[in-house]
């Protein structure tokens, strides 16, 4: 297995509560996580941090998901990870348009999750 000790994640979503469940489970796997409440927030922190995955929610104060992933697709092939309260599937059609990597909806099966961000930084679990 990759060692993930030198990955980064940034994950933004404006509910504390989520975000500390996130943050949490994806630092299990060893990565370096850092957060972000907002979309300026989650913007100005890819930019220091140059990130090797992104998880974005969709809803947030200011910049939304969609606009933070779109304006990061700008510049950078970084994979970016969506992730909807909605359940419509017009909400996939729009994260894969503005050119997320992945979508998934809330709420989240964790393990699920983990199995995303595993895949995103190209981790293959061979307990899976």
């Known amino acids: 297995?990759?060692?993930?000790?030198?990955?980064?994640?940034?994950?933004?979503?404006?509910?504390?509560?989520?975000?500390?469940?996130?943050?949490?489970?994806v630092a299990q796997l060893g990565v370096c996580v850092f957060t972000a409440t907002d979309g300026l927030a989650a913007l100005d922190t890819f930019s220091v941090l140059d990130p090797d995955l992104v998880i974005l929610d969709i809803m947030m104060p200011g910049?939304?998901?969609?606009?933070?992933?779109r304006?990061?697709?700008?510049?950078?092939?970084?994979?970016?990870?969506?992730?909807?309260?909605?359940?419509?599937?017009?909400?996939?059609?729009?994260s894969l348009d503005v050119g997320a990597t992945a979508h998934l909806s809330k709420p989240l099966p964790i393990g699920e999750l983990v199995q995303q961000v595993q895949g995103l930084l190209g981790v293959?679990?061979?307990?899976?």
Request: proline share 7%.
């Open 124 to 128: 293959v679990d061979p307990g899976l």
């Open 1 to 25: 297995m990759m060692n993930l000790k030198s990955k980064t994640v940034l994950i933004a979503d404006d509910d504390p509560a989520f975000l500390r469940l996130v943050s949490f489970s």
């Open 71 to 94: 304006l990061i697709r700008e510049r950078s092939s970084t994979p970016v990870l969506m992730i909807s309260a909605r359940q419509e599937p017009a909400d996939l059609a729009q």
């Open 63 to 69: 910049l939304g998901g969609w606009e933070v992933c």
